[in-house]
C-alpha cells in the first residue's frame, strides 16, 4: 500500500514553525517513499478560523515549496491559477461527520447527552504504538476515569477536532499521521475512535516539540516562530527548509548544510531524534547568509528589490542601472538580505540622509589624514575613466608616493562616501556613485579635517 500522509493545519493564527517542520516531516516521508501529501485545512471552528490565516498557511506551504498532492480543487484563486489541487476544508465534509455519527449512533457506540453527542470511550488503558516515541501506554487522568466519555457533537450540531480528524484520516486513506507530540495525550482518543469505527488506525510519529534556546517551551510569540516573518524578512526559502529538516532529524554525520534530494533519500521516521529540539536563530541566520551568497544573480536581485521596497527606498527615483549595481556590490557579507538597509542604503538616500558614524569620523577626519587624502582627490578628478580598478591602482600609487599605508587613504574616504567604516568594496561602491558624488563627499570630509584642525588649534 502507498504510502498517504497529511497535514492538517487549524487556521487560527500565523503558521508556526512547529507547524511547518510538521508539513515538511510529512512531505519528505511522502517524497521519500513515493506516495502522496494530502492537505487538509482542519477549519471547523468557525470562532477562531480566518480567511486570512488560511491564506498564511498555503503561502507559507508554497514558499517552503512543500507542494501538496491531493484535494478536491477549491476556490482559492492562486491555487488554481498555479495549477494546484485542493486543499481539502473540513468544512466542506460536514456531511461526511454526519453520517459516521449516526453509524456510531447506531451501533450504541456513542449517545445524546445534554443535547451533544458523546463517544463511549473505552476504560481500558490504551497502547499507543509510535514510530518515533515507541510504544506508550495512556492510561485514563484521573478526571476521566470519573467521566471517560468525550463530546463529538457539539449542542450547535458542530462535530468536534477528534472526530473529524479520525474521520478524515480513514477517509482519505491516511497511512502514517506524522504529529507534534503535543498531540500525543489526544492519540488515544483518536485510537479508540478508529476501532469503534472498525477501522485499522493509521500508524503514528509523533515529533519531539521544538523549544526556544533557553529550553523554555516555545510560543506564537517567541522570537522565530512565525513563518510569515521568514517570508517578510526575506529570508532564503530553502535555508529555512535546511534548517527545519535539522530541527528533530539528522543524518548521521554532523553537517549543517543539507541538499533537500538527499534530504529525501535518506528521511525515515525511526531516525526522528527522541529529544526536544532546540531553536537556535544564529545557526539559521548562519546558514541564510550561506545559501544567500549561492542565490543566482538574479534571484539575488529580485530580493534584495523586494526588501530594499519593503524597507521604504523609493527605487522609481533611481536608474534601473544605477540600482543594478548598486546591488550587485552586495553579495557576500550579508547573513539576511534585510541587512542590506544597514549595509548598502547609502546607495539610495541623498549625502544629507547618510547616518554618519560619529565616534569613526572623529577618528579618521583628522588634519594628519588632510594631504593625503587631497592628494588622492586630485587624482579622482585627474582620472581618465571612473572604473573600480583604476579607482584601486590610484590608491596604491597614492600611497606609494605619499609613503602612507592604503588604509590611511581607505578609512577617511569611505566615511566620506557611505558614512561608516564597513560596507560593499570601497572601489566598486565608488565606481556606482559615480565620480560627481564622490569628489563633493571627499571635499566635504576635507573641510571636516581643516575645521579639526582649527578648533584644535
Ligand atoms: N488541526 C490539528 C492541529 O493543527 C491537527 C492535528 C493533527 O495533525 O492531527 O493541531
Not at 468544512?91 to 453520517?99: A, E, F, L, M, T
Not at 476501532?195 to 517551551?217: E, T, V, W
Not at 539610495?348 to 577626519?365: G, M, N, T, V, Y
Not at 575613466?385 to 600611497?399: N, P, R
Amino acid at each position: 500500500m502507498s504510502t498517504r500522509v497529511r497535514f492538517a493545519p487549524s487556521p487560527t493564527g500565523h503558521l508556526h514553525i512547529g507547524g511547518a517542520r510538521t508539513a515538511l516531516f510529512n512531505w519528505l516521508y511522502a517524497r521519500h517513499t513515493g506516495g502522496l501529501f494530502v492537505l487538509r485545512i482542519e477549519d471547523t471552528d468557525d470562532v477562531r478560523n480566518t480567511q486570512e490565516a488560511v491564506d498564511v498557511i498555503l503561502s507559507s506551504l508554497r514558499w517552503l515549496g512543500l507542494d501538496w498532492d491531493e484535494g478536491p480543487v477549491s476556490g482559492d484563486a492562486t491555487a488554481s491559477a498555479l495549477g494546484d489541487k485542493g486543499p481539502y476544508f473540513q468544512s466542506q465534509r460536514q456531511s461526511i461527520y454526519q453520517s459516521h455519527v449516526q453509524r456510531l449512533l447506531s451501533e450504541g457506540k456513542a449517545y445524546e447527552c445534554d443535547g451533544a453527542i458523546k463517544f463511549r470511550m473505552t476504560r481500558e488503558a490504551v497502547i499507543i504504538p509510535d514510530l518515533v516515541c515507541g510504544d506508550v501506554t495512556r492510561k485514563l487522568t484521573d478526571r476521566e476515569e470519573r467521566d471517560p466519555d468525550f463530546v463529538i457533537v457539539r449542542s450547535d450540531g458542530k462535530p468536534v477536532f477528534h472526530l473529524v480528524n479520525v474521520v478524515d484520516d480513514l477517509e482519505m486513506g491516511i497511512t502514517h499521521v506524522i504529529r507534534g507530540e503535543d498531540h500525543l495525550s489526544n492519540t488515544s482518543k483518536h485510537i479508540a475512535l478508529c476501532n469503534a469505527l472498525g477501522a485499522n488506525c493509521p500508524r503514528y510519529a509523533h515529533i519531539p516539540l521544538i523549544l526556544n534556546g533557553d529550553g523554555s517551551k516555545m510560543s506564537k510569540r517567541d522570537m522565530g516562530a512565525s513563518m510569515s516573518n521568514y517570508m517578510e524578512e526575506g529570508f532564503v526559502p530553502e535555508a529555512v527548509v535546511n534548517y527545519l529538516c535539522l530541527l528533530g532529524w539528522s543524518p548521521k554525520d554532523d553537517r549543517q548544510r543539507l541538499d533537500l534530494k538527499e534530504v529525501v533519500s535518506l528521511f525515515d521516521l525511526p531516525q526522528i531524534l527522541r529529544h526536544n529540539a532546540r531553536f537556535d536563530m544564529d545557526k539559521l541566520v548562519s546558514l541564510n547568509g550561506h545559501y544567500l551568497a549561492g542565490l543566482d544573480a538574479e534571484r539575488y536581485h529580485q530580493l534584495a528589490l523586494n526588501t530594499l521596497a519593503r524597507k521604504g527606498v523609493q527605487l522609481d527615483n533611481h536608474d534601473s542601472s544605477y540600482v543594478r549595481a548598486a546591488v550587485e556590490t552586495t553579495p557576500g557579507k550579508l547573513k539576511k538580505i534585510s541587512e542590506i538597509m544597514d549595509y548598502a542604503g547609502f546607495y539610495f538616500c541623498s549625502p544629507e540622509e547618510i547616518s554618519r558614524d560619529a565616534d569613526a569620523s572623529a577618528k579618521h577626519l583628522v588634519f594628519t589624514n588632510h594631504d593625503s587624502t587631497k592628494a588622492l582627490r586630485d587624482g579622482l578628478a585627474d582620472m581618465d575613466t571612473f572604473v573600480a580598478s583604476e579607482i584601486q591602482g590610484l590608491f596604491k600609487s597614492v600611497a606609494k608616493t605619499l609613503g602612507v599605508k592604503v588604509g590611511a587613504l581607505v578609512h577617511p574616504v569611505r566615511l566620506a562616501c557611505t558614512g561608516k567604516t564597513t560596507g560593499p568594496s570601497l572601489y566598486h561602491l565608488m565606481e556606482v556613485l559615480g565620480r560627481k558624488r564622490v569628489i563633493a563627499e571627499i571635499d566635504k570630509a576635507l573641510a571636516c579635517m581643516l575645521n579639526q584642525r582649527d578648533a584644535e588649534s
